[in-house]
């Protein structure tokens, strides 16, 4: 393996391109695949899992990789572009083997018991054979949690430590989101959901409120039950006061009523309030879809403070697309809807403007039971990404926004199928399409 590292920390690689000869980038690394052996031999990495531009996952070979360099790996190019499965002998590097519980067998005193210690990496070598092996761990002394002091973590051979097993008991999570702390939302849904749900709760507990509630919002929506169902009852109540009002109300409507009802008592009554409104509307229908939290401002407020409420980085695209006018109360239900501007429209305005001499009252609001198909139609009618929602007495009531439309007039197991890459549901066949071209490696596996 030409240019290849004598010893590689499996955590440096997470998230690395994957090229091809040419330097085009192929995809990411999501994790590594061993296979766990008898006794005290070192684990045999059979190749990488990679994320490619289309979100599926694939195995590369470690046959494949011909440089692992500074920051990327590069393979031969004849990458099998069949979905990845783990096999029941296969083990996960990063979401397997890392903040595992393991006993250190070395410096055991006479008649002692080993000492129990938390694997924070390891590290994979090249044999003379020129397969790649796990031959050294990097653990942290102390019990989980404990602050680090020095001395406490060190680097020791494979052989020296004991309690690496297929279950998955006693592993935290710290370290796998070390490793994925910079992924998007939607990227790190990816990697809960190609998770087991054991691990997949472990990861779900060490989250903080906001983070989970913005990965929640990506994943389809059995694994947004099971994980909800995981958390003890406030902290579920937690997550739910941290999503969007809209994705929040979506994900109690799939609960049993006394359930739902029973989280939004454990609410914050002014956090509960939008959600029970948003229930309160048919699922397909504006007052269903729509998110209660638009940009509102005043007719007196200028150019430049609505420059700076959608500059807001929490707010989506499509929120902050555009700003809607209306009279006192700003909050949902607000008062009167006076018409909404557009950034563009800020972007010429000079920034003394006030929005009540701009804004736009040509475009007719929705009402909350206006149907999806004429949401869409006025959506694309008007080259809109958002539309406001009004009730009888003109009060802005929310928005309704194109990422929230999509969700619904795609299939309901677009999310699932997004994550897989795009596939097809596994085990339906189409015999009179031909499969696409793909290389057949002798991986070993």
Not at 10 to 36: K, Q, Y
Not at 168 to 182: D, K, R, V, Y
Not at 217 to 243: K, S
Request: glycine share 6%.
């Amino acid at each position: 393996m030409t240019g290849a590292s004598s010893r590689v920390f499996i955590s440096h690689l997470a998230g690395v391109g994957v090229f091809d000869p040419n330097g085009d980038l192929v995809g990411r690394v999501r994790d590594l695949v061993v296979n766990l052996r008898l006794g005290a031999r070192p684990p045999r990495v059979l190749g990488f899992v990679v994320e490619v531009v289309s979100k599926r996952r694939v195995f590369v070979p470690m046959n494949r990789v011909t440089s692992l360099e500074s920051g990327q790996v590069i393979t031969t190019g004849l990458i099998n572009m069949r979905r990845f499965e783990q096999r029941s002998s296969e083990t996960l590097v990063l979401a397997e083997l890392l903040d595992r519980r393991v006993e250190l067998l070395t410096d055991v005193p006479d008649g002692g018991a080993p000492e129990s210690v938390t694997v924070r990496d390891v590290a994979m070598a090249q044999t003379r054979t020129r397969d790649w092996e796990i031959d050294k761990v990097f653990v942290e002394k102390g019990k989980p949690g404990r602050l680090r002091r020095k001395g406490e973590a060190l680097t020791v051979d494979w052989s020296a430590v004991t309690g690496f097993a297929l279950s998955e008991q006693g592993q935290g999570a710290a370290n796998l989101l070390a490793t994925f702390e910079q992924l998007r939302p939607a990227d790190l849904a990816n990697v809960l959901h190609h998770l087991s749900p054991k691990r997949r709760a472990e990861v779900a507990a060490a989250l903080d409120d906001e983070r989970l509630a913005d990965v929640m919002e990506e994943l389809p929506e059995d694994d947004q039950v099971a994980i909800l169902g995981a958390l003890n009852r406030e902290r579920a109540a937690d997550v739910l006061e941290a999503m969007d009002p809209d994705d929040a109300a979506d994900l109690l409507s799939e609960l049993p009523e006394s359930e739902a009802e029973g989280l939004l008592q454990l609410m914050e009554p002014e956090e509960a309030a939008p959600v029970r409104r948003l229930l309160s509307y048919e699922e397909h229908t504006a007052g269903g879809l729509m998110t209660t939290e638009p940009v509102v401002l005043e007719p007196d407020a200028t150019v430049a403070e609505a420059l700076a409420r959608i500059r807001n980085i929490d707010l989506k695209p499509a929120q902050a697309a555009q700003v809607y006018v209306c009279r006192q109360p700003s909050e949902t239900p607000t008062g009167k809807y006076l018409g909404l501007v557009h950034f563009q429209r800020l972007l010429r305005e000079p920034p003394y403007t006030l929005l009540g001499s701009i804004v736009d009252r040509d475009l007719d609001a929705l009402s909350p039971s206006t149907e999806l198909p004429r949401i869409t139609s006025y959506l694309a009618t008007y080259n809109m990404v958002a539309a406001p929602v009004v009730d009888e007495n003109d009060h802005l009531l929310g928005a309704v926004t194109v990422d929230d439309v999509l969700d619904h007039i795609l299939p309901e197991d677009w999310r699932e199928s997004a994550l897989h890459g795009g596939d097809d549901h596994p085990g339906h066949d189409h015999p009179d399409e031909p499969d696409e071209p793909e290389e057949q490696p002798a991986d070993g596996r």
